[in-house]
């Protein structure tokens, strides 16, 4: 069994930065693709971007491209989400999460699902506030 567990949030001002963590445990993700959603208040929970087990590809919503990198260390078994530039709209819990894992070289590589029912594995949350 695997588990995810998010770091880093917390309150910010607006036009600031923040760092999400998300350490795996239990065993190693380094074959799963990894993404990162969010859950605003009273909102549905929403892709905000995924990375290919490689990490060679990336792909994130329109609403945070631009201001947001996902990366990742297989090594550490850790994936990151940087935040830069925050707006009011990114005050969410985020969630990471883990796919199934892929053998194929052409899905190491490039396969980064945006759809959550393509993810197996959920960390618990961590909470992320923008303030003006």
């Known amino acids: 069994q695997g588990r995810l567990v998010e770091s880093g949030g917390g309150l910010v001002k607006a036009g600031n930065s923040l760092t999400l963590s998300c350490v795996a445990s239990?065993?190693?993700?380094?074959?799963?693709?990894m993404g990162w959603f969010r859950q605003g208040p009273g909102k549905e929970r929403e892709f905000v971007a995924a990375?290919?087990?490689?990490?060679?590809?990336?792909i994130y919503s329109d609403s945070v491209k631009g201001r947001f990198t996902i990366s990742r260390e297989n090594i550490k078994n850790t994936m990151y989400l940087q935040m830069n530039n925050l707006n009011l709209e990114d005050t969410a819990v985020y969630f990471c999460?883990?796919?199934?894992?892929?053998?194929?070289?052409?899905?190491?590589?490039?396969?980064?699902?945006?759809?959550?029912?393509?993810?197996?594995?959920w960390g618990q949350g961590t909470q992320v506030t923008v303030s003006s």
């Open positions: 990375i290919s087990p490689s990490g060679l590809s990336e």
């Open positions: 999460a883990a796919s199934r894992s892929l053998t194929t070289i052409s899905e190491l590589l490039n396969t980064a699902p945006q759809a959550p029912s393509e993810y197996e594995y």
């Open positions: 239990g065993r190693s993700f380094s074959s799963h693709p």
